[in-house]
């Protein structure tokens, strides 16, 4: 305690509040070497100010030797202070880190190529959203399912690829129904090493065959699409999300109890009067997985983009982009419930690809499911629709939006270039790249091609020797030479019939350069697509991001 400077009042804190404010009352004592103490007065002598010694004191050094005392101790507990909530933190930090659980990207035959930057350097990002039916635990066990199936190969039961635009205007979420008969690539499983031979069956096997690497792998062959990542997540993940969201609005415009029925067994009970509801939890899960009241897989999966839609909008709603606690809580929520490729196994880079969809206008972002058609060996299961879907696979390989208004004002904008070249002054180099679907390449395919185009005028065409690899077709052009790169790119693919949107731009590249793909691995004519001249978007429960709607429940599912 300080010393009172005063004879008979005692001693007091020399500091107001000291105590109050953690500091050590001790810190304002006076010490014997800095004690300034009055002299017994001396007639007019006034030296009122002397040590004990005898040598006149300077009060006012004292007082700046005991300021610097307090300076330095209170930047010693500042320091630790920050110290302490540095290691609070980083500990903190290290806990999420430790949350998630991770692994490999592709099981092996990852084979599409990367879309090229833009203008800017911007790249799509695109990422493949995973629901697991896995029951291998008491969680999910208890969230639906028989015990039966514990220990069963879990099936990838909702398969959705989120593509964000390079520019991040806009956005798209195409679902593939989980009876979708498919070719698998070869797959190795990366934790038994054991190896799977491609083949030809439903895309929500493919889980099983190597885990979500070969999910995204058999995704990429299909579509051609780069895929940058895999999420995962399975019951108990998306109960606990949805509850960390704190629900979402669904809206239904019958009564719907979603209970097994005679001759269809199964049901996610779902039980829900008309109207708008706001769901979470348990509920969240059985709106999702509700299959028969929605009437097929398709209604689900619309279902599903409703829901997701919702989200979205009550995070902005919440500011949950920006609000740290708010951050926080997600944050300790999603580590904990999802499973992701390992190059994105950190609390910091799934913030950033939260940040990648928050300035993305909801009115930009549309959601829709794969164009089908019966599969003639079982109508139970759908194939990817020709035509349709391969319209739909090249607007994401080629980063455009699914809006057509926007689709029509980019083409108008490439469609304004420069003229092109004279056909027989443009050096074009043809590349072999038919084994990119696993299969041996085509014999002299390069010279073939070369060949057709110097029919065609093009008469400085040259084959390269060294093999390419492409699923698909293309023409690509030096970035370096811009608008006429791009019009002459487009002379040498009209001159084959091929569409423009085989023409792309390179970024490394030097020359004009046409890579033949598995796609025209035989013959002089480019493959044509199946007659279907409709929007990729129609027939395909499209919903946009910012228009809120009604599920329609089928009959036999709307008595409570």
């Known amino acids: 305690m300080g010393r009172s400077s005063t004879p008979g009042e005692g001693t007091r804190p020399r500091v107001r509040h000291a105590g109050q404010l953690g500091w050590d009352d001790g810190l304002y004592e006076d010490r014997n070497d800095d004690a300034v103490t009055p002299d017994a007065e001396g007639p007019g002598d006034g030296d009122s100010g002397r040590h004990v010694d005898g040598r006149r004191g300077r009060p006012h050094r004292a007082g700046k030797r005991k300021k610097r005392r307090v300076l330095r101790w209170t930047a010693l507990v500042l320091a630790v202070l920050i110290l302490g909530t540095g290691a609070a933190g980083y500990l903190w930090y290290e806990h999420l880190n430790g949350n998630l659980r991770k692994g490999h990207r592709s099981a092996g035959n990852s084979s599409a190529k990367k879309t090229a930057p833009n203008a800017a350097g911007q790249t799509p990002l695109n990422i493949l959203l995973i629901g697991s039916d896995s029951r291998n635990t008491a969680e999910n066990l208890k969230l639906g399912g028989s015990k039966s199936s514990v220990g069963g190969t879990p099936l990838a039961d909702v398969q959705m690829l989120l593509h964000v635009s390079a520019d991040r205007k806009n956005a798209s979420v195409v679902s593939i129904p989980r009876d979708t008969r498919v070719n698998i690539p070869a797959c190795e499983d990366p934790d038994s090493g054991h190896k799977y031979p491609a083949t030809n069956d439903l895309i929500n096997t493919t889980l099983g065959r190597g885990g979500p690497g070969c999910t995204l792998d058999t995704w990429e062959t299909l579509t051609g699409v780069y895929i940058d990542h895999w999420m995962m997540v399975d019951f108990a993940g998306v109960v606990d999300m949805a509850d960390a969201v704190g629900g979402a609005e669904v809206c239904v415009k019958q009564d719907v109890n979603d209970v097994p029925k005679p001759k269809v067994p199964g049901g996610s009970y779902l039980r829900m009067k008309a109207g708008t509801h706001k769901i979470q939890g348990k509920q969240a899960l059985q709106w999702l997985r509700t299959r028969h009241a929605f009437e097929s897989d398709f209604g689900r999966s619309k279902a599903q983009h409703m829901y997701m839609n919702s989200v979205i909008r009550e995070l902005k709603a919440q500011n949950a982009f920006t609000d740290t606690g708010r951050l926080m809580s997600l944050a300790e929520t999603a580590t904990s419930s999802l499973q992701v490729s390992e190059e994105i196994g950190s609390v910091k880079k799934l913030f950033d690809l939260g940040m990648q969809l928050k300035d993305v206008p909801m009115d930009k972002m549309n959601m829709l499911t794969m164009p089908r058609i019966p599969d003639p060996r079982d109508a139970n299961h759908v194939l990817a629709k020709p035509g349709a879907a391969d319209k739909l696979w090249a607007l994401l390989r080629d980063d455009e939006s699914l809006d057509p208004k926007d689709r029509a004002k980019s083409k108008k904008k490439k469609e304004s270039g420069p003229a092109a070249g004279a056909p027989a002054s443009l050096g074009v180099t043809v590349v072999n790249g038919t084994a990119a679907d696993g299969q041996a390449p085509t014999s002299n395919r390069a010279a073939g091609v070369r060949d057709l185009l110097r029919a065609k005028g093009f008469t400085e065409a040259t084959t390269s020797t060294t093999p390419g690899s492409a699923l698909t077709t293309e023409v690509t052009y030096p970035k370096s030479s811009g608008p006429q ?43 044509k697509a199946a007659a279907d001249d409709s929007d990729p978007l129609e027939g395909t429960e499209a919903v946009n991001g910012a228009k809120t709607g009604c599920m329609d429940v089928y009959w036999p599912y709307r008595q409570m």
């Open 485 to 527: 790169g791009r019009s002459d790119a487009v002379s040498i693919a009209k001159a084959l019939s091929m569409p423009t949107s085989v023409v792309k731009e390179a970024p490394d590249g030097d020359e004009l350069t046409l890579t033949v793909g598995s796609d025209w691995r035989t013959g002089s004519t480019f493959p």
